[in-house]
C-alpha cells in the first residue's frame, strides 16, 4: 500500500476511479468543462484498488485542486494526500492552490478550512450552467442541501 504520482503506467486505473465516483471524466469547473484525463495528482492504492485520489492542474502560478476522494475516511488518506499537493506545489514555487466545493458539502467545506485553506469567492447559481453542461447533477446535494452554489477556497503558499 502506497501513495503514487499519476503517469501514463496507472492513468487507467485513475480514469475508471473517476468514472465510478464522479459518473464521467468530465467536470464542470465555473461553467467550464475539464477533461478528468488529462489532471496531474496522487493517489493510494491496495491491490490495485484504488482508495483516494486528488487530481489537480496548474496554470500561471496556480494549482487548482480539481478532485478529491478518499474510500477510507477518517484514517488521515484525504490529509496525506492534501500535503502532497501542498509539497508539490511549494517544490513547484506556485503562488497559490484554489479549490472549488459546493454548498452542500459541510464535510469539505470543514476538512479545507481546518487545513488553511480560506473562503476566497462564492459563485452564486453556478449550478444551473453546470446542469445545462451535465443534466445528471442532481437537485439535492449531499446532507439532502440543495445544491446550487460554487465557493472558491483559497490557500497561498
Ligand atoms: C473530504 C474527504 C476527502 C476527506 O478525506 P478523509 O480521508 O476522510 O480525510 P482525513 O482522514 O485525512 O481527515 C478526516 C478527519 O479524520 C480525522 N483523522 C485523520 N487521521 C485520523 C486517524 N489516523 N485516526 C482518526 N481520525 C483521523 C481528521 O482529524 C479529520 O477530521 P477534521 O477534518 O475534523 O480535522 C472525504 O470525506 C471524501 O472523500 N468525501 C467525499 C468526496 C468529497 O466531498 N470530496 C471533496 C469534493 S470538493
Known sequence: MGYERIDSRNRQLVNSFLKEHWYTTTM??????????????????????VLGLITYMVYEDILE???????????????????????????RRLRKIVLITTNDNINAIRFYQKRGFDMARLFRNALEASRRLKPEIPLLGENDI????????????
Open 28 to 49: 464542470v469547473i465555473r461553467g467550464e468543462e475539464i477533461d478528468m484525463t488529462q489532471t496531474e495528482g496522487f493517489y493510494l492504492a491496495e491491490k490495485e484498488k
Open 65 to 91: 485542486i480539481t478532485s478529491l476522494n478518499s474510500l477510507r475516511e477518517n484514517q488521515g488518506v484525504g490529509s496525506k494526500l492534501m500535503e502532497l499537493v501542498v509539497q508539490e506545489a511549494k517544490e
Open 146 to 157: 440543495p445544491l446550487r452554489h460554487e465557493i472558491e477556497f483559497e490557500l497561498l503558499l
